[in-house]
């Protein structure tokens, strides 16, 4: 069965910066656009950022600015840079397909950011 897997979560200070990556068989990647999405505390799961096979990016409103998405076709991973992080950015984060294939949800990597 498909298998994506998160790492790159941790502990930040306000402002600091984080890089989290996923991996995906190569299989789905490379014919998918792929997003990274993120499930804050009492809160349902959101889009965060896709891009797609051609490395058209897009962002939710709360990411643009701060956070670019990549990825890399030679090592079917997805990749999330969060610079200047903010408390509210605190969530389990998750990559998926876009649009989101339910079977495919990984166990997320965890970021707090503190206040």
């Known amino acids: 069965q498909v298998q994506l897997v998160e790492s790159g979560g941790g502990l930040v200070q306000p402002g600091g910066s984080l890089r989290l990556s996923c991996a995906a068989p190569?299989?789905?990647?490379?014919?998918?656009?792929m997003g990274w999405y993120r499930q804050r505390p009492g809160k349902q799961r959101e889009l965060v950022a896709t891009i797609t096979s051609g490395s058209s990016t897009n962002y939710a409103d709360s990411a643009k600015g701060r956070f670019t998405i990549s990825r890399d076709n030679a090592k079917n991973t997805v990749a999330l840079q969060m610079n200047s992080l903010k408390p509210e950015d605190t969530a389990d984060y998750y990559c998926?397909?876009?649009?989101?294939?339910?079977?495919?949800w990984g166990q997320g990597t965890q970021v707090t950011v503190s206040s």
């Open positions: 998926n397909t876009d649009p989101v294939q339910s079977d495919y």
């Open positions: 190569a299989s789905i990647f490379s014919i998918r656009a």
